[in-house]
T-cell receptor, first 115, second 111 residues
Framework: KAGVTQTPRYLIKTRGQQVTLSCSPI?????VSWYQQTPGQGLQFLFEYFSETQRNKGNFPGRFSGRQFSNSRSEMNVSTLELGDSALYLCASSSKVGGSGTEAFFGQGTRLTVV | DAKTTQPNSMESNEEEPVHLPCNHS???????IHWYRQLPSQGPEYVIH???SNVNNRMASLAIAEDRKSSTLILHRATLRDAAVYYCILRDRDNFNKFYFGSGTKLNVKP
């Protein structure tokens, strides 16, 4: 069973540009969550999608947005990039959105560097 | 937002047991206790989870206090491959995939 796939793995962008990151969840998983990891702030929740609907959102500015497609693949977009957006962006997929505890599976992340 | 407290770092010798503590004094009755670990340059990896009772799996054991305000992840025989940052996370039944990671415990395993 293929794991969570994130593309691209590495990305370098210039301040002011925008970027789109992609996440393909494990087959059959309908929940996709996104996280930002930086040395200073650690792992922070961005948003969660389930069946093409955003269920939860973290405390990030509106420059950060996402969407989910009917095949459960998800994209996140960051517009007007700032130096502080340099981070590892992680995606996780899960088969459930609630109820009894089950594991979430994380991808290896996309390393975004803003110069 | 993090609702758990863990020591910043711990050290262990290879082949010895490791007990990683976590405090979650504000845990609610519907919160599940999950442990994840993150190896260098990788995404977090599920280790174990529990609700009220102690749990064992092939990777580790989870001991949950009777009042559920603390838990301990037990690695029975640490290996060099277990060197990672370990996160104790509470998963709310209603906001299941909204993880608050906290700072985690960086485990160093000495040969």
């Amino acid at each position: 069973k293929a794991g969570v796939t994130q593309t691209p793995r590495y990305l370098i962008k210039t301040r002011g540009q925008q970027v789109t990151l992609s996440c393909s969840p494990i087959s059959g998983h309908r929940s996709v969550s996104w996280y930002q990891q930086t040395p200073g702030q650690g792992l922070q929740f961005l948003f969660e999608y389930f069946s093409e609907t955003q269920r939860n959102k973290g405390n990030f500015p509106g420059r950060f947005s996402g969407r989910q497609f009917s095949n459960s693949r998800s994209e996140m977009n960051v517009s007007t990039l700032e130096l502080g957006d340099s981070a590892l962006y992680l995606c996780a997929s899960s088969s459930k959105v609630g109820g009894s505890g089950t594991e979430a599976f994380f991808g290896q992340g996309t390393r975004l560097t803003v110069v | 937002d993090a609702k758990t407290t863990q020591p910043n770092s711990m050290e262990s010798n290879e082949e010895e047991p490791v007990h990683l503590p976590c405090n979650h004094s504000t845990i609610s009755g519907t919160d599940y206790i999950h442990w994840y670990r993150q190896l260098p340059s990788q995404g977090p990896e599920y280790v174990i989870h529990g609700l009220t009772s102690n749990v064992n799996n092939r990777m580790a054991s989870l001991a949950i206090a009777e009042d559920r305000k603390s838990s301990t992840l037990i690695l029975h025989r640490a290996t060099l491959r277990d060197a990672a940052v370990y996160y104790c996370i509470l998963r709310d039944r209603d906001n299941f995939n909204k993880f608050y990671f906290g700072s985690g415990t960086k485990l160093n395993v000495k040969p």
